[in-house]
RNA sequence: GGCGAAUUAGUGUAGAGGCCUAGCACGCCACCCUCUCAAGGUGGAGACUCGGGUUCGAAUCCCGGACUCGCUACCA
């Protein structure tokens, strides 16, 4: 069957052993976009076969963040699916079926060798390795007799069933990105597939018996998992699958923004982003790690940004949905080399797609930052939070960021900047303000089209220079010299705050000479 | 060490032998706008890892060096 014809079914399938990687999201959205263009299926299997590294809540965690990123599983532990179950510790009866069709086959054989054993020769032998050269001298089905064996085994002794690599063959691997990458069967080791210690088989065994039985066509994963391909094309031909072998993609991976190494965690820490999707409280250590969720992004500007590093669309389109993505991606300009995590450009994305949300949305998306920073969100108006959103949006890359931009919006200055003091509060400043308040006093419209001309004509009038006093005006309202045009302030502010802010002012602030 | 994969401005990338005087975006700088700060507009600095080939012609193809990344577990 050509791979052409076959229908789609791709499958992300991490480990649960902690948030998910923000690169893991990645490679599951690369595995989403393709299946959707093609009509597929995506399966989500949790790899749940080390049972020394299971981390509890790692699992509901990664349901949470794809379904926050709108990253949909048609087949899985919650979805349910023809090809069950769906977690890898559920499906041992499988594996053991199957290590017994590879045992049965001479394909693979039974060792005793205990970790102390191998360290011992590891450290005895520089690059020892457990393969055609050295397996002879070990403590296994292939040099003990078959009741010696039997003994063993029947007497509860541990051990693991490693898979047999025949030396002196070339193992060709068909990449969708690389292309045919050919190595030689002798670098390969006898892998481990299944050890008797938990009943469960590793990930190479596990990885080829679901892939096969769920009838995966594609698999797309990190490059990290190129090395094993190779052990993997084995394994399907031992199975006698290599017909319906599926299509491999190594996609590359996500390095640090700045030094050299694959994007970790404490990176994020060190300079300042997020490497998870969503807040993850670490139970065994307590710690918690930040989001993009709760650090303020918007999903749909997470996946147009992460679809970014290591694709494009053959243009120089940047901005789109994921329907855009759907029906743009393609392997064809997936990149082949890791990509230093633009953190930066994250961020832009995000402000572009703030700037599409709406006024209002975003007033809503605000109530909660006013809250954390005790703004009473009563006091307020829906209409009045929605026009301060408004006036300062376009220079917000988070919901967050808005506080620092329309706080004064909410709560009066508490302090003057410095700075604008020296410059702009002038000696002759609080009698002139005193002056502008008089003058607000009497308005009755404080529409900015009304009240613009008629505090400038007054300023001209009293020959005072129009940059001093809208800043000193500014400082008192504001806080600080910056912030949206000045009238503007004022009419959604009101006159009563206008004025009660600018007597504060008068009364707080000390001139400098 | 062994094996594999990569290598275009600071970063993400376009580029598939002549269209490249190497395009776009983020970031950076300047100017415009302006009561301030942003945003926006305009402009600017900034790259084909190095050698050898192949070819009339190479960022593009081949070989080698360098550097980077990954793997080298009874982890995935």
């Not at 229908?7 to 299946?35: D, Q, W």
């Not at 505090?455 to 009038?461: A, G, P």
Request: hydrophobic content about 40%; proline content about 5%.
């Amino acid at each position: 069957m050509s791979q052409t014809e076959r229908e789609v079914r791709v499958r992300f399938a991490p480990s649960p052993t902690g948030p998910l990687h923000i690169g893991g999201v990645r490679t599951a959205l690369y595995n989403y976009l393709f299946a959707r263009q093609h009509g597929g299926k995506m399966i989500l299997r949790i790899e749940d076969t080390d049972s020394q590294r299971f981390v509890p809540g790692a699992e509901d965690y990664i349901n949470e963040a794809l379904a926050w990123l709108g990253i949909g599983i048609d087949e899985g532990v919650r979805e349910g699916g023809p090809y069950g179950p769906y977690k890898q510790s559920e499906r041992r009866d499988i594996y053991r079926e199957h290590v017994k069709m590879l045992l049965d086959a001479g394909k693979a054989y039974f060792a005793f060798d205990t970790p102390e054993e191998l360290n011992a020769k590891r450290a005895e032998i520089p690059n020892f390795q457990y393969d055609a050269s050295t397996r002879g001298g070990m403590r296994n089905s292939l040099t003990m007799s078959a009741e010696e064996v039997k003994n063993l085994i029947d007497g509860g002794t541990q051990y693991v069933v490693r898979f047999l690599v025949e030396p002196g063959r070339d193992v060709e691997v068909d990449d969708l990105l690389r292309g045919k990458v050919t190595i030689k069967s002798d670098i390969l080791d006898d892998k481990v597939l299944y050890k008797s210690s938990d009943d469960l088989p590793t990930y190479h065994l596990a990885n080829i018996v679901d892939d096969h039985l769920m009838k995966v066509s594609h698999v797309i994963r990190g490059e990290e998992w190129l090395p094993s391909a190779p052990l993997h094309v084995l394994l399907y031909e031992a199975f006698g699958w290599s017909d319906t072998a599926p299509q491999f993609v190594h996609l590359p991976l996500l390095l640090k923004p700045d030094g050299k190494g694959k994007l970790s965690k404490r990176d994020g820490d060190r300079l300042g982003f997020p490497v998870f999707p969503l807040e993850w409280h670490d139970p065994f250590s307590g710690d918690t790690s930040r989001g993009y969720r709760e650090s303020g992004y918007l999903p749909e500007a997470v996946v147009n940004f992460l679809a970014l590093l290591g694709w494009n669309p053959g243009d120089d389109t940047e901005v789109m949905s994921m329907d855009d993505l759907i029906r743009k991606f393609s392997f064809e300009h997936c990149s082949r080399s890791g990509a230093k995590f633009a953190f930066e450009k994250g961020k832009w994305f995000n402000h572009t797609y703030l700037q599409a949300t709406s006024d209002a949305e975003l007033a809503q998306l605000f109530k909660p930052v006013l809250e954390a920073h005790g703004v009473n969100v009563g006091d307020f108006s829906d209409d009045y939070i929605t026009r301060a959103v408004g006036m300062l949006k376009s220079r917000i890359n988070f919901v967050d960021d808005l506080w620092a931009h329309a706080g004064f919006f909410f709560k009066a200055p508490e302090e003057y900047e410095a700075k604008s003091i020296r410059k702009r509060w002038t000696p002759d400043m609080p009698a002139n303000m005193a002056a502008l308040i008089e003058l607000l006093a009497v308005q009755p419209d404080f529409s900015a089209a009304v009240l613009e001309p008629i505090v400038l004509k007054w300023i001209e009038e009293k020959g005072l220079h129009l940059g001093n006093v809208m800043n000193a005006f500014r400082l008192a309202v504001v806080g600080e010299c910056k912030g949206p045009h000045m009238f503007e302030i004022t009419e959604l502010m009101g006159k009563d705050e206008t004025i009660k802010r600018i007597e504060a002012a008068i009364e707080r602030i000390q001139p400098v000479e």
